[in-house]
């Protein structure tokens, strides 16, 4: 078992950025890779970013690529977002997920956490 839990989220202005984090706890963190998801009101989740156990290689979707960085300590058993020139369409909450094996890139990741808001305002 995995628990997750995001914080960082919140309100900012168009231009601006957040930094999100995803604490785990309850299993060796070097042992599950890592990916983040978000889910805007009345669309689906999708996929943002992901990230392997070593941290060598990362994925990301395009709309997040030179705008969103991932990274990942596994001392402190916690993952990152950072999010820079955040727009409007950024807005959704976002959850961050973890997962043994299989395809990064895929949305059945084993565990999930409660998810944090992001709110870009105009």
């Known amino acids: 078992q995995v628990q997750l839990v995001e914080s960082g989220g919140g309100l900012v202005q168009a231009g601006g950025s957040l930094r999100l984090s995803c604490a785990a706890s309850?299993?060796?963190?070097?042992?599950?890779?890592m990916g983040w998801f978000r889910q805007a009101p009345g669309k689906e989740r999708e996929f943002v970013t992901a990230?392997?156990?070593?941290?060598?290689?990362?994925y990301y979707a395009d709309y997040a690529k030179g705008r969103f960085t991932i990274s990942r300590d596994n001392a402190k058993s916690t993952v990152y977002l950072q999010m820079n020139t955040l727009k409007p369409e950024d807005t959704a909450v976002y959850y961050c997920?973890?997962?043994?094996?299989?395809?990064?890139?895929?949305?059945?990741?084993?565990?999930w956490g409660q998810g944090t808001q992001v709110t870009v305002s105009s």
């Open positions: 990230i392997n156990k070593s941290g060598g290689l990362i």
């Open positions: 309850g299993r060796t963190f070097s042992s599950v890779a």
């Open positions: 997920a973890a997962r043994g094996s299989g395809s990064l890139l895929r949305g059945d990741y084993d565990y």
